[in-house]
């Protein structure tokens, strides 16, 4: 089965700072999507961003970005001008050639400095 | 534009107890999951049903019971609570047959085993 790593349990950033999630996966599959969720203290998870593995552009979704390194198998999450509302828990997830599965990370909880 | 609807939010159970966990989807969708959320653990595929009338075992099945009722319906029935089985508990659901499709989430389950 593929594992997802997120090895930052909590990450602070002050805000209108820029702040780096880390996500790294383990598979042998070369076709595969990766995806961010954001979980704010609502509980609602939330789909911030989506990457295709076949895609050499990184995706971007206003002041979300990702920085898709496939050799590296690392998917991290770049968050701009971060504000308030941007504190949550944040898990990367992977699905595969068996797409009725998707695996979690361990999530990265987010706080945001006034 | 209910999305994923889970029934109830909050349950306290005994040790022993049964209960069923009810979610609905109003989006067509093809496939359903259960995930369970534990601190530090990110979410884990309990079931799944690809389509209606199947399902499938995801990582973490056991004292747990699942039924697609219909294609809007998918149930997560414990019959016999452990404490080890307090958790918060998400249903998903997705088109299915693409990997570019996101999970839409619930907004969960806390569920509380004394």
């Known amino acids: 089965a593929q594992t997802v790593t997120q090895s930052q349990p909590e990450m602070s950033v002050q805000e209108a700072e820029t702040v780096t999630l880390s996500c790294t996966y383990d598979?042998?599959?070369?076709?595969?999507?990766l995806f961010w969720y954001k979980q704010p203290p609502s509980r609602q998870m939330i789909l911030v961003i989506r990457q295709e593995a076949y895609k050499q552009q990184n995706a971007t979704e206003n002041r979300f970005s990702v920085n898709f390194q496939k050799a590296a198998k690392s998917f991290s999450l770049k968050i701009s001008d971060s504000q308030l509302g941007d504190a949550a828990m944040y898990f990367c997830?992977?699905?595969?050639?068996?797409?009725?599965?998707?695996?979690f990370g361990s999530g990265t909880k987010l706080n945001v400095k006034p | 534009n209910a999305g994923v609807t889970q029934t109830p939010k909050f349950q306290v159970l005994k040790t022993g107890q049964s209960m069923t966990l009810q979610c609905a989807q109003d989006m067509n969708h093809n496939s359903m999951y259960w995930y369970r959320q534990d601190p530090g653990m990110g979410l884990r595929l309990i079931y799944y049903s690809a389509s209606e009338g199947t399902t499938d075992k995801g990582e973490v099945p056991n004292g747990y019971n699942v039924s697609r009722l219909n294609k809007r319906e998918f149930s997560l029935r414990l019959e016999s609570a452990a404490p080890s089985q307090t958790s918060v508990y998400f249903c998903a659901s997705n088109l299915g047959g693409l990997r570019n499709q996101p999970q839409h989430f619930g907004d969960g389950t806390r569920l509380s085993i004394l």
């Open positions: 997830a992977y699905r595969g050639d068996n797409f009725n599965k998707f695996y």
């Open positions: 598979t042998s599959e070369s076709d595969y999507y």
